[in-house]
């Protein structure tokens, strides 16, 4: 496996500053500001965590936020722990899909080969209920997220009369799944498709493009992971290492199977060993329209030699968060994503305190 790095899925204080410009301070701390030792001024300023949360991360505590956004639609949820341990030692251990398959809330998950072979599906299956739906899906009412083309797909090439239409179904949904990834290494965004299963289309590209815009300082801070983020496969990086994989994860109210594209970058020019690392999610059959995951590594500043701050950040645009019923399942949406992201930094932090293999 070659460099595949897996997240956990903002400001309370000042919302309208997005996910990426509250990291990206942590990648490069600044020496002025060693009076109000870092992240301890990020955790109570930008985070907007009172004095106890942030001394029970400090003592070994997951602690996982969600923190309030500029509309319903958009989701951010802060996680941290403190980990005895060496940040190198977290990206070996989130380098090993072994481990990562262990983790609360992952149901399945596997990396794609280079290129992508349809025999790297096998297990991205559709659960019941969804397959269910296919066979009626129309263009503003579907349950699973799909463009109009793959929505007429499975109404014309599956007999859902047939025994075996689950089986042809999800055959099909492998399919249509290496498509989509071969499209997406040859064109980028631009050809993510757009999902018409609400009444209002998502073109995912733009979707994407619109939530990484809200950061201006993604562009001043780490210029060359947003050129990538933006205009892969084109821009190109020597600091920069990519794969691709799909999981099945329990993260919402119902699993949802999403591919994503993993990407590790890690400054050359940095004396710290700084890394950050983006999870960008390329397609989901629930509730994500687009989504960004973004992890930090930060040393303890105060005794290097003991750990590190292991900092997490999951943002995302969702449908269906606004009215009366959306708020009760936003609530619900968000208040298992915080609980599942912190149940995964007190198992990472446990595996990596442990030196078991």
Known sequence: MKGMLRTMLVRARF????????????????????QDVEPSKFFRDYVGLKEDQIAAIRNGKAVAKVVESRTPDEVFVFGSVYVQSTPEKYLKLASDIDALRKLPSYLAIREFSDPPQLSDLDGFTLEADDIKQLKNCEPGKCDVQLPTEAMDAFKQSVNWS????????????????????????????????????????????????????????????????????????????????????????????????????????????????????AVKQLYASHYFETALDLTVCVRDQENPDRGFYLITLKGSQQAGLTGLKGGIVRKVAVDKTRSSLERALGAIKQKLESGTD
């Open 162 to 277: 047939a025994s075996d239409a689950a089986d042809a179904a999800n055959k099909l949904a492998q399919k249509m799944a290496l498509e989509a990834i071969q499209r997406y290494i040859q064109g980028g965004n631009a050809a993510l498709g757009t999902y018409m299963d609400k009444h209002h289309p998502a073109a995912v590209g733009e979707t994407f493009a619109s939530l990484l815009s809200r950061s201006k300082a993604l562009p001043v801070y780490l210029p060359e992971l947003e050129r990538y983020l933006l205009k892969y496969p084109q821009a190109q990086s020597e600091n920069i290492q990519s794969t691709f994989y799909w999981e099945k994860v329990n993260f919402g109210l119902k699993p949802t199977l999403r591919i994503v594209q993993a990407i590790v970058y890690r400054d050359s020019r940095s004396s710290d060993q700084a890394y950050a690392v």
């Open 15 to 34: 919302p309208k500053l997005s996910l990426v410009l509250l990291l990206l301070p942590l990648v490069q701390l600044p020496v002025s500001n060693a």
